[in-house]
Nanobody, 117 residues
Framework: VQLVQSGPELRNPGASVKVSCKVSGYPVIDYYIEWVRQGPGEGLQWMGR????????IYAQNFRGRVTFTADTATGTVYVDLDSLRFEDTGVYYCVRTGLTYGMDYWGNGTLVTVSS
């Protein structure tokens, strides 16, 4: 099982960013994908979850209205879009495979998003 994320991104405040997470080694529809973020010197912050089979989503309240999760089952890729970026959105974004039995078991390699003017 592998979750491979897209490369680092640099954005200005107010812009948007889209990060991808391509899974392999299992059918993408068989597990949820959760997104978490870690800011500089901070702990992990949960952003939400998507069920790639039907694209049902749950968003953390802190991100609601600015974040969108999507899934392309043909390519096994899940995406997170974050709009209206702020300096405090700087951090490493991770996708995480989540199953009902074992919880979060496989992590992506992380994508650094830097918001700077």
């Amino acid at each position: 099982v592998q979750l491979v994320q897209s490369g680092p991104e640099l954005r200005n405040p107010g812009a948007s960013v889209k990060v991808s997470c391509k899974v392999s080694g299992y059918p993408v529809i068989d597990y949820y994908i959760e997104w978490v973020r870690q800011g500089p010197g901070e702990g992990l912050q949960w952003m939400g979850r998507i069920d790639p089979e039907d694209e049902e989503t749950i968003y953390a309240q802190n991100f609601r209205g600015r974040v969108t999760f999507t899934a392309d089952t043909a390519t096994g890729t899940v995406y997170v879009d974050l709009d209206s970026l702020r300096f405090e959105d700087t951090g490493v974004y991770y996708c995480v495979r989540t199953g009902l039995t074992y919880g979060m078991d496989y992590w992506g390699n992380g994508t650094l998003v830097t918001v700077s003017s």
